[in-house]
């Protein structure tokens, strides 16, 4: 396993951007699949993107065309880009790893998790 260090959530207004980036240890972050997800308040924790080995992505479809993941295995980082950020985007972001080399959409794929970081949207 390793460990995830979310960071750069907060209070943006709705339109802005933010980039989140997860921060993770262990010398074999190159072949991890990397995945964000996010929870708000009385809902279900939601997919959101993914990024595997290759750099092949996917996105949830309230997302596509805003948000952008992206990774820098010199860094053991992966990063979220969000844009156009709408209210509805406010929730408790994820990150999550797995050793496995597809891209995941489902969060029991998943083995490894950070303890998040709140990113709300003002209207």
């Known amino acids: 396993q390793v460990q995830l260090v979310e960071s750069g959530g907060g209070l943006v207004q709705a339109g802005g951007s933010l980039r989140l980036s997860c921060a993770a240890s262990?010398?074999?972050?190159?072949?991890?699949?990397m995945g964000w997800f996010r929870q708000a308040p009385g809902k279900e924790r939601e997919f959101v993107a993914a990024i595997n080995w290759a750099a092949y992505t996917d996105y949830v479809d309230s997302v596509k065309g805003r948000f952008t993941i992206s990774r820098d295995n010199a860094k053991n980082t992966v990063y979220l880009q969000m844009n156009s950020l709408k209210p509805g985007d406010t929730a408790v972001y994820y990150c999550?790893?797995?050793?496995?080399?597809?891209?995941?959409?489902?969060?029991?794929?998943?083995?490894?998790w950070g303890q998040g970081t709140q990113v709300t949207v003002s209207s």
């Open positions: 262990g010398r074999t972050f190159n072949y991890y699949t």
């Open positions: 999550a790893a797995t050793p496995d080399t597809g891209v995941y959409t489902q969060a029991r794929s998943y083995t490894s």
